[in-house]
C-alpha cells in the first residue's frame, strides 16, 4: 500500500489524468480534464483534517472510483468532492459546467459528511451498542443518497484516506480504523465491493494491531512461493482429474487476506497452523452431481480431515448459501480448503438475497426480508456495469437505487433513530420513550420550531419540547390532522385513554358504593370480601362493576347482610316456550317444563348453561359465568338445576331454521361525527337485527351498547371482528 501511495504523490498530474481517463471516449475524457482544473483551482494547497492534501485525495479517490469502473460522472465527482467548502455557488457551478448528476453526487457527499460525527460516536461505544447503531449507521448512509454511487465515492474516499496514513501513527488513524473496520468494511461487503472491503480490513487491522498484522504477514510471506507452487499444482492436479471424468470445471486459488486469517483464528481459537484455508481453491461445475463427483476425486487426491467437512448443497445455511467445503491433507501435512458449487450457486452466492455478507458478518444483526432485497439489487447493478456501463438506464437504475422504507433521525445526543417513513415529530417522541410522547408540546427539527406533525426526513436531528406533566390530544387520534403515522404511537396513545376512561368510572364506582355502605351504616365493611360475595376478584373489580351498571344497590345490600334478606326480584326474563318432542334446552331430570332465558347475561349456542328455579316462572337459564345466577345461587343452591342446549337448539339448527337470540354488545371507541352510523353500517352488512342502542359520551370516548339478534357464538364472534375494525374504535365485547 506504501508504494501506490507514493506513485500518486509522485506521479504527475497529466499521468494520473490518464489512467483516470482509460477507457473512456475523448469527450468524457475532456471533461474530467476540466473537472481536473477546476479542482486544482479551488483546492490549491489545501489540506484535509488528516493532513492530506485535498487535491491528492481527490485525485486518489478518482483512481480508486476508476477501478471501480464506474462511469465518468462518478469519475468527475470524485475529482470535485469538496468544491462545496471550497467553491461558491457550488450548486448552480456544477450543474452550468457539469450536469445535474454530478453536482447531485457532490451534494451527496456532502450531506454524508454530516455523518462523522456519528461514525465517530459509534466507534467508541460499547460493544452491545455498537452492533446496533452501527447497523443503523450502515442503512442510514445507504438511505440518505438519492443515488447509489454517493456511497461507493464514500468508500473511496476512505480507502484514500486510510492509505494516507499509512506512514502517520496516531489516535486520528486508529479512530479512522476502528470507524472503517464498523461502518466501511461491512458496507462494501454488502454491495459486493469485495477488494474494497479487503483493503478497508487489511489496513485497518495493521493499524489497530501492528504486531499482530506482522507476525501473520511474516508467516504467509515466509511460505508464499511454497505455498503458490502447492495451489498451482493442486489446480494443474484437479483440472486433469476432472477432465479425465467429463467435468468441465472452473478452478482458481483463493487469495486469503490476513483480517480474514485473523478473525477465523480468534473465532476458532486456533493458531495459524490449524487455518486450513491459507491454502484455498475453489472449483465450479456445471451441475449438481459434478459436485459430489468432484468432491470424490478430491477426497480421492487427498486424505480428508476429520471434523472439516460441510455439505450446504443438502443443507443449505440459514441464508440459503449451498456450496461443499472441504478441507484435505497432502502427504507432507499440508492442508488445502477446497469449496465446490455449481454456476449458479456461486453467482447466488455473490449476488442474491443469500448474500455472502450476510455469514461473514456473525449474524449479529439481522436485516428485514425487504432490505435484503434490495441491498441484493444493488448488488447484481453492480455486477452489470460492465455490460451497460454509461447508458442512461444504468443511471437511472441507480438512481431509484435509494432505500426508501425506512428514514433515520438524529436526537440532540446524535443517536440514530430508525423510523418508517411518513412519521412525524410525534412518533419520534413516542419512539423514544411513551411517557415523552405522552408530554410532548412541540419539535425543533434542525434548530427551528415545527408542528409535531411535521414528517420527518433523513438525517434531520429532532428535539422534543416537553412539559412536565400532562396527556395526549384527543387530535393526535385524528387520521385526517396526521399527527401519528405508526401503530406503536396511535397505541400508545388510545391505551392513556382508556386508562383515563376506567380511572373515571373508578372513581363514579367508588362514589356509589361510598354512598350506600354509608346508607346502610357499613362503611367498616371489608370491601374485598364483599366484591367475592358478589363473585368480583377485588373492591376496584366492584367499583367498576357499579359503575357500569353490572351490579345493583340492591344486590349490594344483599350481600352486606350475609343473605338475611329475601333474594332480590330476579331479573327480567325473556319467556320461550318449549315445543313437546323439540325442546330446545334440555333440564335433567324434567321433560317440557316451561324454560326462559334471562335477559341479564343473554345465554346463546352453544354457551355453557345452568338453570335456576324460580317461583312460579318456571326455569330461568343463565350462563355458569352470570353474576346475578351467582348471587341467587349462593342463596339458594338447592335451586340449581343443570341444564344444556338440545339437539333442536344447536347453533347448525338454528341458522337452517332462521332461530336468533339476543345478545348485548358493548363498544367504547373514540367520538367523532359519524362514528354510529360507520358502526351500523357493520352491523347492517353483517344483516344483524338491531333491537336497542344506548349510547353515552364522557372525556371524548363514546361508551355504547347494541341489543342485537345473532344466531350463536359463530356470528358473534364475527361481528366484534367487524365492529373492532372499524375506525376509532377501542374496544368491542360481549356483556
Request: neutral net charge.
Amino acid at each position: 500500500m506504501v508504494s501506490v501511495v507514493h506513485s500518486l504523490q509522485q506521479s504527475s498530474e497529466a499521468e494520473v489524468l490518464s489512467q483516470l481517463c482509460s477507457g473512456l471516449p475523448a469527450e468524457a475524457a475532456a471533461r474530467a480534464g476540466s473537472a481536473l482544473a477546476l479542482a486544482r483551482e479551488a483546492y490549491g494547497d489545501k489540506l484535509l483534517g488528516t493532513g492530506e492534501s485535498i487535491l491528492q485525495h481527490a485525485l486518489g479517490m478518482a483512481l480508486i472510483v476508476a477501478s471501480l469502473d464506474l462511469d465518468t460522472d462518478a469519475r468527475i465527482a470524485a475529482l470535485l468532492f469538496a468544491t462545496s467548502d471550497h467553491v461558491k455557488d457550488c450548486n448552480e457551478h456544477l450543474k452550468v459546467g457539469f450536469g445535474d448528476t454530478v453536482a447531485g453526487l457532490v451534494a451527496g457527499l456532502h450531506r454524508l459528511g454530516s455523518l462523522r460525527p456519528l461514525t465517530r460516536a459509534a466507534a467508541g461505544e460499547g460493544v452491545a451498542e455498537v452492533k446496533t447503531q452501527a447497523e443503523i449507521l450502515r442503512k442510514m448512509l445507504l438511505a440518505m443518497v438519492d443515488d447509489i454511487r454517493v456511497v461507493l465515492l464514500r468508500l473511496a474516499s476512505r480507502v484514500q484516506t486510510l492509505r494516507f496514513l499509512t506512514n502517520q501513527p496516531g489516535s486520528q488513524r486508529d479512530e479512522m480504523a476502528k470507524e472503517s473496520l464498523l461502518i466501511y468494511a461491512p458496507l462494501a461487503n454488502r454491495l459486493g465491493i469485495w477488494h474494497v472491503k479487503w483493503e478497508l480490513e487489511d489496513l485497518s487491522f495493521r493499524y489497530l494491531e501492528p504486531e499482530t498484522y506482522k507476525r501473520i504477514a511474516k508467516m504467509l510471506d515466509e511460505k508464499r512461493s511454497e505455498r503458490e507452487n502447492f495451489i498451482e499444482a493442486a489446480v494443474a492436479r484437479l483440472e486433469s482429474e476432472l477432465a479425465a471424468v467429463g467435468i468441465r470445471a472452473e478452478i482458481y486459488g483463493r487469495p486469503k487476506h490476513i483480517f480474514s486469517i485473523w478473525n477465523k483464528m480468534r473465532g476458532k481459537d486456533i493458531d495459524f497452523a490449524e487455518v486450513y484455508d491459507v491454502r484455498a481453491v475453489r472449483i465450479i461445475v456445471d451441475e449438481i452431481k459434478d459436485c459430489y463427483t468432484a468432491l470424490g476425486i478430491v477426497h480421492h487426491l487427498w486424505q480428508p480431515i476429520h471434523g472439516e467437512f460441510d455439505d450446504y448443497i443438502s443443507h443449505p445455511k440459514g441464508n440459503f448459501y449451498r456450496s461443499l467445503h472441504t478441507a484435505v491433507e497432502d502427504p507432507d501435512g499440508r492442508s488445502l480448503e477446497v469449496q465446490i458449487r455449481t454456476r449458479e450457486m456461486h453467482e447466488h452466492a455473490e449476488l442474491g438475497v443469500a448474500a455472502h455478507w450476510r455469514y461473514k458478518e456473525s449474524g449479529s444483526v439481522k436485516a428485514s426480508g425487504a432490505y435484503e432485497d434490495k441491498i441484493s439489487w444493488l448488488r447484481q447493478l453492480l455486477s452489470w456495469r460492465d455490460e451497460i456501463a454509461d447508458s442512461a438506464e444504468w443511471v437511472e437504475q441507480f438512481k431509484r437505487a435509494a432505500l426508501d422504507d425506512t428514514i433515520y433521525v438524529l436526537t440532540p445526543q446524535d443517536k440514530v433513530i430508525d423510523l418508517p417513513r411518513g412519521a412525524t415529530a410525534l412518533d419520534f417522541a413516542y419512539r423514544l420513550h411513551t411517557d415523552l410522547g405522552h408530554r410532548c408540546r412541540g419539535a425543533k427539527i434542525d434548530g427551528h420550531m415545527a408542528p409535531l406533525n411535521t414528517a420527518l426526513q433523513n438525517g434531520q436531528r429532532v428535539e422534543i419540547v416537553a412539559v412536565k406533566s400532562g396527556g395526549p390530544s384527543r387530535d393526535w387520534l385524528n387520521p385526517t390532522q396526521g399527527y401519528l403515522a405508526t401503530h406503536r404511537a396511535r397505541s400508545k396513545v388510545k391505551q392513556w385513554f382508556a386508562a383515563q376512561d376506567e380511572a373515571e368510572l373508578l372513581t363514579q364506582g367508588r362514589s356509589l358504593v361510598t354512598r350506600e355502605l354509608q346508607r346502610e351504616g357499613q362503611t367498616q365493611a371489608n370491601l374485598d370480601e364483599l366484591a367475592v360475595k358478589l363473585g368480583l376478584k377485588s373492591a376496584e373489580a366492584l367499583y367498576l362493576a357499579a359503575a357500569r351498571g353490572e351490579i345493583g344497590m340492591r344486590a349490594i345490600d344483599v350481600a352486606l347482610r350475609g343473605g338475611a334478606e329475601a333474594l332480590p326480584p330476579e331479573p327480567e326474563i325473556q319467556t320461550r316456550k318449549s315445543r313437546a318432542g323439540d325442546s330446545r334446552i334440555l333440564v335433567v331430570g324434567v321433560d317440557k317444563l316451561l324454560t326462559q332465558v334471562g335477559t341479564c347475561c343473554k345465554p346463546i349456542p352453544p354457551d355453557a348453561i345452568i338453570g335456576f328455579v324460580t317461583r312460579g316462572k318456571g326455569i330461568s337459564i343463565h350462563r355458569v359465568e352470570c353474576i346475578n345466577f351467582r348471587n341467587m345461587a349462593a342463596r339458594n343452591p338447592e335451586r340449581v338445576i343443570s341444564a344444556q342446549w338440545g339437539g333442536g337448539w344447536g347453533e347448525q339448527a338454528d341458522l337452517k331454521s332462521g332461530a336468533v337470540y339476543p345478545v348485548d354488545l358493548l363498544v367504547d371507541a373514540g367520538d367523532r361525527q359519524g362514528l354510529l352510523r360507520d358502526i351500523s353500517d357493520v352491523l347492517s352488512r353483517e344483516k344483524i337485527n338491531v333491537t336497542a342502542v344506548k349510547t353515552q359520551s364522557r372525556a371524548g370516548v363514546a361508551h355504547m351498547s347494541f341489543t342485537v339478534e345473532l344466531s350463536g357464538t359463530a356470528a358473534l364472534q364475527k361481528a366484534l371482528a367487524q365492529l373492532r375494525e372499524v375506525p376509532g374504535v377501542i374496544s368491542a365485547q360481549r356483556r
